[in-house]
Structure formats: structure tokens, C-alpha cells
């Protein structure tokens, strides 16, 4: 099932789509014309949406959040319980608590506010997020449990 989701904030439009295979091609052909934001998760089927000109691709945050979970538990796994200094992938997920806790507060109110309460409150934490991938990603390999976790890029 594709869901499509768009249109003015005081005229919002959602769009289901049923499709038999999860194929980005469904994506793509839907959205021929289009140019402008899309979020989405890892899944490597939406590669054709992101690669194409005019879309900015932004990662799902949960998505995000889960991958670097899965490096802190490998670490705490293969170090025990003794004392570890805290990662690159702690301190993202402090972000990310950060960035939940403030969407927590915003539920209830209007697009506008939310907009308003984001960029007050959301966009700083969110320009101290993107500086940790950037500063450590040369000592990152790609394909480790951590690069993973940063390219999902959770921070546009």
C-alpha cells in the first residue's frame, strides 16, 4: 500500500494506493511530475524517488533512531556492564529523545504553530544533530552498524 500525503496545511490530502509489489517504480510513475519533499524508510525500493532531480529525500527519524539503538546494544553486548563513555550514537539518540519530547508538546496544536514551535525549538537541536554524523563519518565504515545509522540522514 502506498500513502500519499500532500496538499495545504488547511486543506490536507491523503491518497492510498494499492500496488502488488513494493516496487519504487509505482512510486516514481505516481509522482512523474513532482519535485519537492519526500519522507520515507530505508527500504532500498525507494532509491528511485531519491535519485531523481527536483526531490530532496528525508529519512524517517524512527528509522533512525532504531539503527543507532542497534549500535549501542551491540556495544553494550561486547563491553558488558562496566562503565562505557558515552558514543557517537548515545548522544544521537539524545537528539532524538530531545526531538520527541518536543513533538510531544506540539500534538494538539494547529500547522501553523507546530511550524512556528518547531523552528523555535526543534531547529536548533537539529543543526547540533547534523554536526556528529559529519564530524566522525571518515572514521565510519559505511556498511558498519553506525554508518548505516547515519546515512538515513533523520536531520533535514
Known amino acids: 500500500m502506498w500513502v500519499f500525503c500532500g496538499g ?21 510513475q505516481f509522482l512523474d511530475d513532482y519535485r519537492g519533499y519526500i519522507q520515507s524508510d530505508d527500504y532500498n525500493g525507494y532509491d528511485y524517488l531519491t535519485a531523481k532531480k527536483g526531490i530532496v529525500a528525508l529519512g524517517c527519524r524512527a528509522h533512525a533512531r532504531r539503527k543507532f539503538m542497534d549500535v549501542v546494544k551491540v556495544r553494550k553486548k561486547h563491553r558488558g556492564k562496566r562503565s562505557n563513555p558515552r558514543t557517537l550514537a548515545d548522544q544521537a539518540l539524545d537528539y532524538i529523545g530531545k526531538l520527541y519530547g518536543i513533538e510531544r508538546q506540539i500534538r494538539r ?10 523552528q523555535k525549538e526543534s531547529k536548533p ?14 572514521l565510519t565504515p559505511p556498511k558498519g552498524l553506525l554508518g548505516r545509522a547515519n546515512s538515513l540522514e533523520p536531520y533535514a
Do not use: C, N, W
Not at 8 to 28: C, N
Not at 109 to 118: A, G, M, T, V
Not at 125 to 138: I, N, S, W, Y
Open 8 to 28: 495545504l496545511s488547511d486543506h490536507p490530502t491523503v491518497l492510498y494506493q494499492y500496488h502488488p509489489t513494493r516496487s519504487g517504480q509505482q512510486a516514481l
Open 125 to 138: 537541536v537539529l543543526d547540533q544533530f547534523k554536526t556528529l554524523p559529519g564530524a566522525t563519518e571518515p
Open 109 to 118: 496544536l494547529s500547522p501553523d504553530e507546530i511550524y512556528q514551535y518547531r
